[in-house]
């Protein structure tokens, strides 16, 4: 795609234009280690709304979408102690993905292949909302900073006859959480998430679509 093929105000093109040159001229720097994978294009930029201004964001596509992660916050570095294991601590996000049923890894005609037996996940905001809904997202109390004042989270434990807030079944898009009626909903808070792109693998982190940006990597390309 040429710069003359995207449709932008004069003054906003020619802003993206001088970006370009710009980083093209700059003296090449190591990459962080969370950038490198993402070949990023100007075929891949686009504009997302932020409260009264615009913001450009890297777009990315990944290929391989059966491991997700999923970011307890909008912090791609930041680990977090594991209680009652003292100088242990867990990643900055929790993996998950969807089990091929019946796959049996002792006849797995692709013993390097790290996410073997697992399907492609075709909804990552769906899977990750589930984890939050579980209590998974919130372990020791490290995410209690999300949940807005006055919602009332759930007792630890299965889910029960108990109250859940008013479209806790779904998530943000209004997608069924656990399309099984024999799956209750958890009701713990479950915050805007948006997927981007982290080490070649999507990474759903909360917060709304300009955190991608916020963050210095790109979003993931539909």
Not at 130 to 141: A, F
Not at 184 to 192: A, D, Q, R, S
Request: hydrophobic share 35%; charged share 20%.
């Amino acid at each position: 795609m040429n710069l003359s093929d995207v449709r932008y105000p004069a003054d906003t093109k020619a802003a993206v234009r001088n970006l370009l040159v710009q980083e093209a001229r700059r003296e090449v720097k190591p990459t962080p280690w969370w950038r490198k994978p993402a070949a990023l294009t100007f075929a891949g930029l686009a504009l997302a709304g932020t409260t009264g201004a615009g913001v450009y964001v890297a777009l990315a596509p990944v290929e391989d979408k059966r491991d997700i992660r999923c970011y307890f916050h909008a912090d791609l570095t930041t680990t977090y102690p594991v209680a009652g294991a003292p100088g242990v601590t867990r990643p900055p996000f929790v993996t998950t993905g969807i089990f091929v049923t019946g796959f049996d890894a002792k006849t797995n005609p692709n013993p390097d292949d790290a996410n073997a037996g697992m399907q492609q996940v075709a909804d990552p905001i769906n899977q990750c909302s589930r984890l939050w809904d579980m209590g998974e997202m919130n372990p020791g109390g490290i995410t209690n900073d999300l949940i807005p004042d006055g919602f009332v989270s759930p007792p630890p434990g299965p889910p029960g006859d108990r109250p859940v807030p008013e479209g806790a079944e779904k998530d943000q898009n209004g997608k069924s959480l656990w399309p099984d009626p024999a799956i209750k909903v958890f009701g713990n808070y479950v915050p805007h998430l948006t997927e981007c792109v982290v080490e070649n693998s999507v990474a759903v982190i909360p917060g709304r679509a300009e955190v991608c940006a916020q963050l210095g990597i790109p979003a993931l390309e539909k």
